[in-house]
Nanobody
Framework: VQLQAYGGGLVQAGGSLRLSCAPS????????MGWFRQAPGRERQFVAA????????DYDDSVKGRFTISRDNAKNTVYLQMNDLKPEDTAVYFC??????????????????WGQGTLVTVSS
């Protein structure tokens, strides 16, 4: 399974970006999906997750109300819409797959596959 996150870049504080992740060689329709981020010198941190089916979602408190995770199974893609970005959101963002599981997962160790990250830089 190959995952690649897209859509990162440089944005000013208050701006928006939408990240996409489209795994190849794997269908995500039966998988829980997550987004994580890692800032320089810090551990990889949970950002958001989405379930299979009813699409329940959850977020880290630091992004609630600003970020939205969604999925389009027809396009085999998961998204992270990021609004009102802040300098502290600067990090490499990763998407992750928990195969054939339906719930919300918060830990790095709970995911089976990880993509190459995409860098998001928010300037003040």
């Amino acid at each position: 399974v190959q995952l690649q996150a897209y859509g990162g870049g440089l944005v000013q504080a208050g701006g928006s970006l939408r990240l996409s992740c489209a795994p190849s060689g794997h269908l995500i329709s039966d998988d829980a999906m997550g987004w994580f981020r890692q800032a320089p010198g810090r551990e990889r941190q949970f950002v958001a997750a989405i379930t299979v089916g009813r699409d329940f979602t959850d977020y880290d408190d630091s992004v609630k109300g600003r970020f939205t995770i969604s999925r389009d199974n027809a396009k085999n893609t998961v998204y992270l819409q990021m609004n009102d970005l802040k300098p502290e959101d600067t990090a490499v963002y990763f998407c992750a797959v928990r195969s054939f599981r339906a719930s919300i997962y918060y830990r790095v160790s709970e995911y089976d596959y990880w993509g190459q990250g995409t860098l998001v830089t928010v300037s003040s």
